[in-house]
């Protein structure tokens, strides 16, 4: 990059001679460069256009994700829903109409496996929680319970955790987790919380017994399961 004088020396067919200088100034290419964010299978990303000339600015950035999947402008979102390597391009055309594209390798990174384990739910017990959640990203940072009462107070952020039902019935249990590089994945599943049983027997027709005498006893409990 600079200024050169370049120079034009025009003879006819008499000998007669011109000569002309003009000065060409040759931009340098610009830097093209992006932001890459922490990207996540099946999760819109955005890409950000960081690149640079030292020519007099960025007029124009290109995205390629792809056949077929471009995108224009100084951001650029999509959704990767392979995990693994692969390859964005981004071009950029600055002030003076120079253009340079570059490519850069990103990693689709796998989400999380959330799951949970829980104790007999039964009414005015607490119900035991337990995580089972895995990541192949560095492990799991972080935990978000919802319990299905519809009461947004009915939360946790605990690893493992218990919850007291106050109402028999059916409940949609949901964990969120967060895993090392900020991955998130979310699973649920429906419990049922029923009823305690009422225990109560009966002692035969007689209350009242003998030594040695067999006495029969009836079984009269209840449940609404």
Known sequence: ??????????????????TIVNRLAIS??????FTVPTICVGVPVTFTDV????????????????PG?????????????NFGPANVTIQATDVNGCVNDTTIQIVVNRLPTPFFSNSDECLGNSTLFTDGSS????????WS????TGNPAD???????????????????????????????????????????VADFLLGNNPNTCLGTATCFLNNSSSTI
């Open 1 to 18: 990059p600079g200024s050169y004088d370049v120079q034009l020396i025009a003879t006819d067919g008499n000998g007669c001679k011109d």
């Open 28 to 33: 340098p290419n610009p830097r093209p460069d």
């Open 51 to 66: 690149s640079t000339s030292t020519g007099g600015g960025i007029a124009n950035v290109n995205w390629s994700f792809g």
């Open 69 to 81: 999947q471009i995108a224009n402008g100084p951001t650029a979102t999509r959704t990767f829903n």
């Open 135 to 142: 990541s192949v990203n560095g492990g799991i940072a972080s």
């Open 145 to 148: 319970w919802e319990f299905g």
């Open 155 to 197: 939360t946790s952020n605990l690893q493992n955790t218990s919850f007291s039902y106050t109402t028999a019935g059916d409940y949609s249990v949901q964990l969120s987790v967060i895993d090392a590089i900020g991955c998130e994945n979310s699973f649920s599943k429906f419990i049922h919380v029923g009823n305690i049983p």
